[in-house]
Each structure stands twice: as structure tokens, then as C-alpha cells.
């Protein structure tokens, strides 16, 4: 992709993504719906149910909230989250299959009563590659079983309170989006589509609305208009209240409009489609709109009316203010393309966004699609000499270029996060294909160290790239990423930004209590960190800010992560340790603050069962939740944090209702709990006590108690810790090296941070060492590692360079071209800086901070300017060239030559430019049977001919990044006649003298010689010559006929000539160029190509000469023609 953008694949926010409408949908895999497409099933598959996109998933920057319903990617089945909560639906036709939670294809499966027993018989065991399991009997030396460690199951079925609803009349639709607003409200909102995947489009829809949390819902097709047909929900992020309908574009563009939680609506029609929509993060009432025609709409009120920001806006680059990062709310950040098809940067408000209030931050262009506003940092890219270059402003200061390693040449990066003031990003290098390297930046984004390499990638349905990159919510500076090592992915998590890695530990029993043999590094757990775009491989991870210590996800035990044996596993103790849960996929969702954990299993068979644990995964409990069983499409629990409401969407046979079942967990608790249910938990990794210089006490809950936690009381303590050397990272330019010390890169020289530092003033001289970001460490060796202030040294100017500001040699006469002068090091506030532009003009400047914004001057005429320029501070100089190339658009190029010639003569080809001067050309000549062209650095060339017929002479003039051509045919033969021909007056009225009016005339003069003289056409050629008055030039060829008799001798040409001319004289020829308009052809009285003998018993050199002069100045009089008509357009 090679630009700065959005990646990752962690559904814990990571992602840069524009976060969205936090919409699921589920359709018909392989088939395109809601603006994207599900992906194909793997072969021999059933069709069924596939994960598609609904939503843009994670936190995304500040400024970005409820977007379009665009690709839902790395959510969960079960989709909780705070504040937002929607899910869209989609049923294949003719199936009643979810096979988003199926099992892979060929995979055995258990009973769903059963989730305990293995498949395999008594005594029998699987073994992952690189790891070794007992079976059967205990020998001399292995472990036994130990039932305490095996995770138990309560067979007993117990029955859960819910409820069952059937949108009746519904049972055609496919799809549903589906809103549960939250906040203490009861209100949910269904949108079912009936979508004609012949048609492309959506032909039914029924709006249902629930006020008792899904018990019962009421039908709102009347009061939305009974022929109206909606495409898309939405809500308001700050707002919960207002609701956003949008109407199927392909029967009319309006919105309906509700604020009271989808009770009564307005219509408000659109003069405008739109594609996708931005609510402010602040301001319930503002929107932006994306329409289909790619122009940015605002509305300060939600909706109800419209005004045009900008044409020409970037799909997805358009951005909202970030609160404390710019003083304006409605200040709006996009990218939109200019006439010529390059990209900009703009800022402007809301509602008064004209050409005059228009901002550019950026100064010049920047690449395409490459704008990212997170945050307090907003990013670009710019490419030149073949390499992208990656740019920031922090806090919207002016933008700096962003260091990585020198040598790292990044071919694509992805922003990932921006969280606690620093940037981790995603690079590929030059030498990676699949693999990307962890970058972590300063504060101001500006230097890169690097956290880990070769971390997987892949890319999402959508296209875009994943990164296996898992940030672990409620625990500050803890993440899991999947790291490619000899071919081999293996799974390894830190607890301090990046600076420590490790494998995890497998566990040591099985899900039976059987031991496990898996020695690190040779063996260790791995997990999938990504939801896939495979509806059979779901790839769960899950964790939760309210529930810090427990993470649940699929994997495998292994040398390496596998698409195969997969197996559930939860840790309770934040990554230190896991348990086997369960031996095939499921999807979990946290309930009660993390309390209750419920598993419901993949699979593509009805179920009426899932599973409960109140201790942290170690036992579960078998629940039904409904008495008939349900194909399940979706899950979506109540939003906010206690989550004890849980709705069940799916059906009970592909020909029937969406079925809603509420299933209310409020009753499998005893009371609420009191602090006596709770028992103190400390963070800790491996056993270190001090994770990002602090140690931190969670409060835990009993796990023989039954009680709800309701509101979630966070950790108990935090006490800072003595800093040591692990809570320091290597500064920018150096490298750990395997004693644990930080030391000079090799191409890093320590003394470069000073250079922009002067004689009197101070500086941070780094140690090699920096503090992790969020680090919350004090005293011990944070002193000794901190960057010290010291003294500017005076430096003699080293290192200096002109440029321009994008990196061209080349700039356009007329417009401005900004130079960039750059010094290596020395004293920048006491240097004179002189500058000579080659034009005869010259600058001086006292300091380079002067500078700063480049120097633009404006070249008036065309050519190579040699620009010099000189610095000096009194302890030494440098100096610097750079040779510009100033050129004027080439506009056209007219090929010059003989029309006909004879065979081994000379002939001169003539490229005629305008404008004249245009700077440096190459010229790229192909003629005759040439297959290599011949390439000069001139105007003209002279080349023969050695066989006789038509040939194609072409001509490519280059003049930067424009190539201009022209092609002409010139006739060979060894003897030929010719003749000037003159026209009556009257057609130099009708001759506007362009190329293609004088090849029509031409072609009716030769059709009036042939009738007026009976000569065959192919002895004639006729050519209408440039300029007035009007002329022609008269050819008369040798022709071998098709039986092959001889060619005409030279008396037959003689006699052909002959006839022509008396044919003339007698005004025989002529034609009608137009009613009423008639036109005499005659032989000019004062021919500058009389007819002329060329056979070899006359002067052909002499006739030649003629010719030659004949042509000359008919190139001198087309030059002239061109030099009075264009000289002073340029």
C-alpha cells in the first residue's frame, strides 16, 4: 500500500481505522451486500452464514464516531461494548446454517452435550506438533493427571429466564441491522431488508421497535411511509436518543429523522446520495456526509439541512476536530484532490469552508489517500525519488519528518495507535513481504525505535492489511503479537510497550487434567489474534477494561500457531498462565463486569444450550435458553458495563421468522455483592511485581460466590516503583545489544542531536537510554538514564544541502519553486546563509530558522540554472549545488519532412516545437523498419532509405513528465515527377490551416485529377502544403500493377506528367468544396518544383538540390507560421 494508514488487527482498539457505526452483519458468503462483499466458503463447503462487514471496530481516533456501516473487522460474535451498541444481520437464502460459528470443514465434532470428552478412545492421545502428551497409564518419570487442574462440567441442564419473539411477515428478509441504545433504556430498534442479490438492490424493509429490552416489538412501517424502503440505520454516539434513517437510493435520497428513540419520525428529503456519515464527537447535532459523487456535506442540524464543504474529498479522509489538539470544534480536517489529480490537506469550518478560509497545513502535495487525523498527531505521506516519506505534526504544530532507523527503507506503514501520547506503527521494510516490524515513537511522534520484528500480516476481507498485534484491555503496556521466525508463527506477549517479549507458557494440564509436555522455546501456546475473513476460522480473542486479569482466545499448544487442533484457553491471571476450556471453537462474552463468562459453541446445527463459569473458566455450567432449538445468526448483549441481558437472533428453519430470544441472566445470581465477596489480586509477570513502574492491586471476586459485582470498582492500589534499567527503552540512532546495554547504531552519530543547536544554548544530550512512555517508575537510575542538558558546541557548518521542498530537479517557468536548505550540523542561529538562484538573483539569510518554510523564488525563462548556495558562522564554511531544470509545458509537435523521396538520398526530419523553448528534450525517432528507436538530444536527424515503398517516420518528444508525438508517412522510389499546384483564390477563405483540413483536400484533389485525366489513382499523390495562400504539391509515383507487369518507365511518367499539366492549363480540374463554392486547380505559374527528370541520364543531384530547397523553406515557412501565431503564449 505504501502509504501511512490504517492497520491493524486487534479488536481491542487498536486499530487507526475510522471507528464506525459498531454494526455486525451477517450474509450469504461470496455475495456482495450493504457496499461490500462476505467471503467465498472454503471448497466442498455448505452454504450458509458469514461474518460481513457492519462497522468499523475499535476506539479509532478522537474525532471520528459512528461512520457508515462499513466492514466490521476483528469484532467478535459477541460484540459488547460500552455506549453504541448495534448488529447487522444477513440470511443466506434457502439455508438456516451459521457457519461464522461453525466448525472448520472436516473437523470431527462432539455432541453439544458432551463438551468435555475427547474424540478419540480410552487411552488415546493427540499430539500438537513440538509437544508431547502422556496417554494412558503414568510411566516412570512423566506427571499423572490431576483432576484439581481439569476444567469441570456440570452436565445437570439448568434453565435460564428468557423470552421469544417472531418478526412475523419477515420470514423473505435476509438482513437486519439492529440498535440496542443502552444508557438505562429498554429501547431496541430492528431494520430488516429483503436484498435481491440478482438486482443489486434492496426491493422490502420493516422498521421494528422494542420498549420492553426485546420482549415484544412493535411494527413501524406506517409510521415510516408503508412504500418507503430503508437501507441503513444510525445513531448518534453522544446521543443515544436520535435515530437516522436512510431511504434505498434507488428509489429516492432522504432521511428520516427521530428524536425520541425511534418513536415518531420526519422525513427530510436529499438533493445528494450519500455513501457514508460522520457524527462530531461532541456535538450531537453535527454531521458530515460523504456523498456518492465524492463531496462533503456538513449539517449543524442533525440532518435536517445540508451545506457543500468540498468537491473532490478523499473517501474516508475526512475528519473532525480533536478536542484539546484545536480550538475550533467545527474545524474539519480532509483530503481532496485538486483539478490535476493531486491531493492536499485542508482545514476549514464547518459552515464557512469557501477558498478563502481554507487552510493547507501542509505545505505542496501529498500522496493519495495518506491522510490520518488521531488523536493529537495528524500524519501524511509524501513520495519521492521512488520512496515514501512519512510526515507528523504533533498538537497541529508544524509537521516533521518521522525518523526510523536509517537503514529501515519502509515500503508501507501503518499507524496503529496513538494512545498516551506516542504512536506505535506497523512498518514493512524493504526486505519484507508478509511480516511487518513494531515501531514506538517519543511524544512527538517524531523518532521511531523498534519494538518487535516480523510480526504476521495479512490482509481482511476488505483488503486491507491486519496486523496480528493484540492490545489487552484494563492493563496499561500489555500486548500479544504473532511473530514469524523461520517460517514458523509463534505467539509472544509484553508488559511493557515492547521493550520484553516472551512465549507463552502452555498449559500444564490438558482440559481433562492430563499433563502436558511443552518445553519453552521449542514448544508454547499460540493464539489467533484476528477474526478472519474465513467464516470458518474465527480467530476469537477477547478481554475487557472491567475484567484487567482475564483473557479468553483460541489457539493451539504447538512449535507453532496452526489452523488446526484448535482449542479455547483462558488465563486469569493476565497472561501468566492459561487453561484449556474447551477442545473447539466457541464465542465468549463477559457478563457482570467479567464475573460470568458465557461460551456459546460454533457450529452449524440449531443449539438450545450454552455455557456459564463464575470462576474464571475453571468449571461451567450447562444452560438452555431456549426449549426449541435455533439456528443462531447473531448475539448482541446490553450495552454498558454490568451486561445481564443478553438477545439470541436466528431462526428455527430457513423458512421461518427471525426469531428474538431475550435471555435475562439476572436471575442466576444470589444478591449483590458486599466487599467481604471480594479478595485482593496483584498484576504481575512471571512473578515481577513492578509492570510499567508501578505495582498495581485488583479487586477480585470470590469464585464460590454468586453474586453481582454491578459497578465495576477498578484496581484497589497503585504504588510507584524504584526505577531500574528495565523500565528504559534505547533512544532513537541506538541498539541493545546482548549484554543489555544501548549503544550507537552504526550509522548513528550521537553528536547529530546537537545540530540544530547554537553557541549559548542548551540541549538534551541523550544517555542512549528513554524512559517507556506511561512509565510511572521514580528515582533509582532514572538520573543516570534521563537525558542531560548540556552546552551547544560551537560547530563549523558539515553537511549542507539544497533541494527542493518535493524532492523534483525539475520547475515549471512562471511558478514558484521553494528550496529547501538543510545542514547536517553546526551553529544555526550565527550562520550566514547565500543563496544564488543562477538567474542573476541572490539572497542572504542570517540563520537557517529563518528558513524553515523553504525559499521560493519564480524562474522567468526555460532552462538548466546552476543554484549555489554558501554558508558561513565564523568557525568554518560549506557550500552546496543543486543544477535545476526549468521547463515550459510543451504544448505540440509538428514532424517536418519530405513527402516523397528517392531511394538511398539523404533525407532531413525536423521535430518543429511550440512552445520554441521548453528546456531540456529528448527526442525518440522510429523510422523505417527500425525496431530500436534512435534517441538525440536535437531537434533534426538525417537518415536514407534503401528499398522503395511507404514508410512511417514517428517522432516522442519528452519535456519532463509530458511526451508529446507526431507520425508521417514519406513515399520511396527511385524516380518520380513532381509539380506545384495553386488553387483558386476563393479556398483560402475556407483553409483554416490545420493539419486535418488540408488531408481532406488533398484527398479531393487527387479524386478530380483521377476523373479529369483518367490517370490511376495510384501513380498520384497530392499533398496540401501549410500556410496561405493555399498550395499543393503534386506527385506522380511508378506503379507496378497487380499482375506484375514492369513499372511505368520514365517516358510513361513523362507522359502522365504531360497530360496533367495540359488537363490544367485547360482548367479541367476542379472541385466543389461546398454548395455553390467552386474550385479551380491549376499548375502554379512560378513553381518552386518544376517537373523534374530524375532518371539517371539527368543531374539527379542538381534536382535533388532543388528539392532540398523546396522543403527547407517550406520548414522555414511552417516555423514561421508557428513563431507569429504562438510566440508569446508560453
Not at 478419540?120 to 496417554?135: C, K, T
Not at 523521396?901 to 511550440?914: G, S
Request: charged fraction near 20%; charge should be neutral; aromatic fraction near 10%.
Amino acid at each position: 500500500m505504501g502509504k501511512v494508514g490504517a492497520g491493524g488487527g486487534s479488536p481491542a482498539g487498536l486499530s487507526a481505522l475510522l471507528a464506525g457505526a459498531g454494526l455486525l452483519v451477517l450474509c450469504v458468503p461470496g455475495a456482495c451486500c450493504g457496499g461490500s462483499c462476505c467471503p467465498q466458503l472454503p471448497p466442498g463447503s455448505a452454504p450458509g452464514w458469514a461474518a460481513t462487514p457492519g462497522g468499523f471496530v475499535g476506539r479509532g481516533p478522537r474525532g471520528r464516531a459512528a461512520a457508515t456501516p462499513l466492514p466490521l473487522l476483528g469484532r467478535p460474535l459477541f460484540a459488547v461494548a460500552p455506549g453504541d451498541r448495534a448488529l447487522s444481520l444477513e440470511r443466506a437464502p434457502g439455508t438456516a446454517a451459521f457457519v461464522a460459528m461453525a466448525p472448520r470443514a472436516g473437523r470431527r465434532r462432539r455432541s453439544e452435550a458432551e463438551p468435555g470428552k475427547a474424540d478419540r478412545g480410552e487411552g488415546a492421545s493427540r499430539s500438537p506438533r513440538g509437544m508431547l502428551r502422556d496417554g494412558g497409564q503414568p510411566g516412570p518419570g512423566t506427571l499423572e493427571r490431576d483432576p484439581d487442574k481439569a476444567t469441570r462440567f456440570r452436565m445437570e441442564e439448568l434453565r435460564l429466564t428468557s423470552t421469544t419473539f417472531a418478526l412475523t411477515g419477515d420470514s423473505a428478509h435476509n438482513q437486519a441491522m439492529v440498535h440496542w441504545s443502552g444508557h438505562n433504556s429498554s429501547v431496541i430498534l430492528i431494520l430488516t431488508k429483503l436484498y435481491d442479490y440478482n438486482l443489486g438492490s434492496i426491493t422490502e424493509s420493516s422498521l421494528w421497535r422494542s420498549t420492553d429490552y426485546g420482549t415484544t416489538y412493535e411494527k413501524l412501517n406506517d409510521k415510516v411511509g408503508l412504500k418507503t424502503i430503508l437501507s441503513y440505520l444510525y445513531v448518534c454516539p453522544t446521543n443515544k436518543r436520535k435515530i437516522m434513517l436512510l431511504t434505498d437510493p434507488e428509489i429516492e435520497s432522504s432521511l428520516l429523522i427521530s428524536s425520541d428513540e425511534g418513536a415518531t419520525y420526519q422525513k427530510y428529503r436529499l438533493n445528494f446520495y450519500i455513501q457514508s456519515l460522520l457524527f462530531h464527537p461532541k456535538q450531537e447535532d453535527w454531521i458530515l456526509a460523504y456523498s456518492q459523487d465524492q463531496k462533503l456535506y456538513s449539517s449543524a442540524e442533525f440532518g435536517r439541512r445540508w451545506q457543500l464543504i468540498q468537491e473532490g474529498v478523499v473517501p474516508n479522509r475526512f475528519y473532525w476536530s480533536v478536542m484539546g489538539s484545536n480550538k475550533e470544534p467545527d474545524l474539519v480536517h480532509l483530503e481532496a484532490r485538486t483539478i490535476d489529480g493531486h491531493s492536499q490537506y485542508l482545514t476549514c469550518r464547518m459552515q464557512n469552508c469557501t477558498e478563502a478560509n481554507r487552510n493547507k497545513p501542509f505545505p505542496g502535495y501529498i500522496d493519495p489517500d495518506s491522510l490520518i487525523v488521531q488523536d493529537d498527531y495528524v500524519f501524511v505521506q509524501l513520495t519521492s525519488g521512488g520512496r515514501p516519506h512519512y510526515y507528523v505534526s504533533y498538537r497541529r504544530n508544524a509537521f516533521a519528518q518521522m525518523k526510523l532507523p536509517k537503514y529501515a527503507l519502509p515500503k508501507d506503514m501503518h499507524v496503529i495507535s496513538t494512545d498516551e501520547n506516542q504512536v506505535f506503527a506497523a512498518v514493512q521494510e524493504w526486505n519484507q513481504n508478509d511480516t511487518y516490524n513494531l515501531y514506538i515513537s517519543d511524544t512527538r511522534g517524531v523518532y521511531f525505535t523498534l519494538a518487535l520484528e516480523n510480526v504476521q500480516s495479512s490482509r481482511g476481507p476488505e483488503g486491507n492489511i491486519m496486523i496480528d498485534l493484540y492490545e489487552v484491555a484494563g492493563i496499561k503496556g500489555m500486548f500479544l503479537a504473532n511473530k514469524k521466525i523461520d517460517n514458523q508463527v509463534k505467539t509472544f506477549i509484553t508488559y511493557n510497550k515492547g521493550r520484553d517479549w516472551r512465549l507463552l507458557q502452555a498449559p500444564d494440564t490438558d482440559l481433562r487434567g492430563d499433563p502436558v509436555h511443552c518445553l519453552l522455546p521449542y514448544c508454547s501456546l499460540h493464539l489467533h489474534l484476528k477474526v478472519s475473513e474465513n467464516p470458518y476460522t474465527s480467530g476469537i480473542i477477547a478481554s475487557r477494561d472491567t475484567a484487567p486479569s482475564i483473557i479468553v482466545a483460541s489457539g493451539n499448544i504447538g512449535s507453532e500457531l496452526s489452523d488446526s487442533d484448535i482449542s479455547m484457553f483462558v488465563s486469569s491471571d493476565a497472561g501468566n498462565t492459561w487453561r484449556q476450556i474447551f477442545e473447539e471453537e466457541h464465542s465468549v462474552l463477559y457478563l457482570d463486569q467479567g464475573g460470568v463468562l458465557v461460551a456459546m459453541k460454533h457450529t452449524s446445527l440449531p443449539i438450545r444450550h450454552l455455557w456459564l463459569s463464575f470462576d474464571e473458566g475453571r468449571s461451567w455450567s450447562k444452560y438452555s435458553f431456549t426449549s426449541i432449538p435455533l439456528f443462531v445468526d447473531g448475539v448482541l448483549g446490553e450495552p454498558g458495563e454490568e451486561t445481564l441481558i443478553m438477545t439470541v437472533f436466528g431462526h428455527f428453519s430457513h423458512r421461518s421468522e427471525w426469531q428474538l430470544v431475550k435471555v435475562d441472566y439476572k436471575s442466576i445470581f444470589d444478591r449483590r455483592c458486599a466487599e467481604e465477596d471480594y479478595r485482593p489480586w496483584q498484576l504481575h509477570s512471571q512473578g515481577e511485581a513492578c509492570i510499567m513502574g508501578a505495582k498495581r492491586v485488583y479487586k477480585k471476586r470470590k469464585s464460590e460466590r454468586k453474586c453481582m459485582q454491578g459497578k465495576y470498582a477498578g484496581a484497589m492500589e497503585s504504588e510507584p516503583c524504584v526505577c531500574t534499567e528495565a523500565d528504559f527503552d534505547c533512544d532513537y540512532g541506538y541498539e541493545r545489544h546482548s549484554n543489555g546495554q544501548c549503544l550507537p547504531a552504526f550509522w548513528f552519530n550521537p553528536s547529530s542531536l546537537s545540530k540544530d543547536c547554537s553557541l549559548g544554548q542548551s540541549y538534551l544530550n541523550s544517555t542512549g537510554y528513554r524512559k517507556v512512555v506511561s512509565n510511572n517508575c521514580t528515582d533509582g537510575v532514572r538520573e543516570q538514564y534521563t537525558a542531560k542538558p548540556q552546552k551547544c558546541p560551537g560547530k563549523a557548518p558539515r553537511g549542507l544541502r539544497i533541494v527542493t521542498a518535493d524532492g523534483k530537479l525539475t520547475a515549471e517557468q512562471g511558478h514558484n519553486v521553494t528550496l529547501m536548505v538543510q545542514l547536517e550540523e553546526g551553529d544555526v542561529q550565527r550562520t550566514l546563509i547565500q543563496v544564488d538562484f543562477g538567474d542573476g538573483v541572490a539572497v542572504s539569510y542570517v540563520n537557517l530558522s529563518s528558513m524553515e518554510d523553504g525559499i521560493k523564488h519564480v524562474y522567468h525563462n526555460v532552462g538548466i540554472f546552476r543554484v549555489t548556495v554558501q554558508v558561513d558562522n565564523g568557525l568554518g564554511s560549506d557550500s552546496a549545488v543543486l543544477y535545476l531544470h526549468v521547463t515550459c509545458p510543451l504544448e505540440h509537435v509538428h514532424l517536418s519532412l519530405p513527402f516523397v523521396t528517392t531511394k538511398n538520398k539523404e533525407v532531413n526530419a525536423t521535430a518543429v516545437l511550440w512552445p520554441s523553448q521548453v528546456g531540456t528534450l529528448t527526442y525518440v525517432w522510429w523510422y523505417g523498419n527500425n525496431t530500436e528507436p534512435l534517441i538525440t538530444l536535437e531537434g533534426s536527424i538525417s537518415f536514407k532509405f534503401t528499398s522503395e515503398g511507404m514508410n512511417t517516420i514517428t517522432v516522442q518528444v519528452s519535456a519532463g513528465n509530458a511526451i508529446l508525438q507526431d507520425t508521417k508517412s514519406i513515399a520511396v522510389y527511385e524516380e518520380f515527377r513532381s509539380l506545384r499546384l495553386s488553387f483558386s483564390p476563393n479556398l483560402d477563405d475556407y483553409n483554416p490551416d490545420i493539419p486535418e483540413w488540408r488531408r481532406d483536400i488533398s484527398r479531393v484533389i487527387k479524386k478530380s485529377l483521377v476523373e479529369a485525366t483518367g490517370v490511376p489513382g495510384e501513380h498520384i499523390l497530392v499533398a496540401v502544403l501549410p500556410g496561405l495562400p493555399t498550395a499543393a504539391e503534386l506527385f506522380v509515383l511508378p506503379y507496378q500493377d497487380p499482375a506484375g507487369e514492369s513499372k511505368r518507365s520514365a517516358e510513361d511518367l513523362e507522359q502522365i506528367s504531360e497530360l496533367l499539366i495540359h488537363k490544367l492549363n485547360q482548367n479541367s480540374v476542379h472541385f466543389e468544396l461546398k454548395p455553390g463554392v467552386q474550385i479551380l486547380v491549376h499548375a502554379a505559374h512560378l513553381t518552386a518544383a518544376p517537373l523534374v527528370d530524375l532518371t539517371p541520364t539527368h543531374s539527379g543531384s542538381a534536382m535533388l538540390m532543388l528539392l532540398s530547397v523546396v522543403f527547407v523553406g517550406l520548414a522555414v515557412f511552417v516555423i514561421y507560421k508557428f513563431k507569429r501565431k504562438y510566440f508569446h503564449s508560453c
